[in-house]
């Protein structure tokens, strides 16, 4: 019998829906039944891609004792942290602050009030490892509850008490300079793996957003060692496992810190900010590598994430079935040496397996190996390597597929806008800017909808129930404006301002600094406030990027005073912890450099706008139009007359304007960084 996800659209709430725990989504329709039982509620995180969230489901959740059990002592709720990174956000910080650690799924126990009294991630089934078995856990709360209730009222009055003076007033003094980033280029130095790329040790994230930050730094200053940082560490990713040498695209993170073997969920937001960032890398360097790998992550998102409505998939399960029809992880990726001369016969097999990196042995378990380009294996004919790559992916595809979560997030929707509007500008490449357009047409028609605030999800055409947080509003912003300057349609700019005004009205608080919930949100037992970028860039960084560019496109003042007051937590962590605020810190570059504006009075398209687009300048703004209504569209174009019948650039800064120049050489000259 179905329980009352069923009627949810969230994919990894659906994927419960058949438990015998009778699961309530989040709501105050549970809490009040919690209050009416007088029971505690148990709050369950997770997310549909996660692997252990799955494990736990099947040991657990799927056991009719332990849901008895769940069910007559608590009122069980289930939420989608992707779907509520709020109310994911306000229990993950109490569960570190109360353990040291956090992570998926997250259990957590809570009062009738929502005030937490007791944490924890995955239990097992059984006690091991010195944890103890989750019948054991639900056993223990129950017992509190009913036996020691006044102690649980002061655990859970003293926790929310210590998350309500946790609120950062504002992120420090003033804008970051040029000592700040210079501190922050060290700091990252001394995290840098000078072997394997990347920084710190295992388990290793791709670091896409300190990478755009070593990138625009040696845009504006030259400075050598940042932009081996950043190559390095993208060609070690390029020939990792981490990276799908078939089908393209980026696994989660890598389990080991040479980038071997990943974790190999797909999520949609690595794969648009690493596009992006191999874009950028190779517009700073012309890396062949790196305008392959932009274009088959690029790819690879369109062929196996883009919904039938337009807009893009969160993710891909790093779980499967392999050949016994097991659900495990790894299993549609790997491969070990029977497999490869079963597709390719004896010598091809063999070519293939010192190309990839196959051992007898394996890289992975039970024998098999993740694909990667070890590089030792001598001089590559590429038509053979080209040969082989088809036919194993073509073998690939006729494996059980992993699954998808096919719910559009706004935000990360908004970085691949800007990832494939970039990359098919910069790549001759129509179809992706094509692509990035529907994506962006699908958030206006769908998300923005009726109501003319952000919905934070959709899925199958229909938006979601929850409203849309701040790095929502800031990654569509930022997606918008990508398009806007490739495209010369000032529509989107027009919709990148009108979510950055709805920033400064509902999201901005007293001294610049800026919070993920609107005022107007539901409240929580805390008003989340997260400054740090993790796997994307916080709400607050993305917010400050986006309202700096529209600030240059626009001249407006209030935009450009909301950056620079969002920019002081940038100024505050950049120099102590720059691995975690790697998009505050490239969007301080841009401020540093002014950010550029450049106006082309043009065709869209032509050699001139072209030459714009590929500027290195940290941040710099492209406006391309012709004609009596181009300035309609962007206040750059306004009194930008063509010199001598030519298209023309003209490129500011800081108030100040170059010559105009017809000359493409000498507009790249000007912004090559």
Known sequence: MA??????????????ADNPVDWWPWSPEAFEEARRRDVPVLLSVGYASCHWCHVMAHESFEDDDTAAYLNAHFVPVKVDREERPDVDAVYMEAVQAATGHGGWPMTVFLTPEAEPFYFGTYFPPEPRHGSPSFQQVLEGVTTAWTDRREEVAEVAGRIVADLAGRSLVHGGDGVPGESDVAQALLGLAREYDEQHGGFGGAPKFPPAMAVEFLLRHHARTGAEGALQMAADTCAAMARGGIYDQLGGGFARYSVDREWIVPHFEKMLYDNALLCRVYAHLWRATGSDEARRIALETADFMVRELRTAEGGFASALDADSEDA?????????YVWTPEQLREVLGEDDAAFAAAYFGVTEEGTFEEGASVLRLPGDAGPMDAARVAGVRARLLAARDERPHPGRDDKVVAAWNGLAIAALAETGAYFDRPDLVERATEA?????????GEVARLT???????????????EDYGDVAEGFLALAAVTGEGAWLEFAGFLLDIVLEQFTGEGGQLYDTAHDAEQLIRRPQDPTD???????TAAAGALLTYAAYTGSEAHRTAAEGALGVVKALGPRVPRFVGWGLAVAEALLDGPREVAVAGPVGGELHRTALLGRAPGAVVAAGEGPGAGAEFPLLVDRPLVGGEPTAYVCRHFVCDAPTTDVGELAAKLGG
């Open 3 to 16: 329980n009352r996800l069923a009627q949810t659209t969230s994919p990894y709430l659906l994927q419960h």
């Open 324 to 332: 016994e029809g097991r659900h495990v992880e790894g299993a549609f």
């Open 440 to 448: 962006a047409d699908l958030l206006v028609r769908v998300h923005l």
């Open 534 to 540: 993790s796997a994307t860039p916080s709400g607050w």
């Open 456 to 470: 934070r999800t959709s899925k199958d055409g229909r938006a979601g129930d929850n409203a849309g947080v701040l």
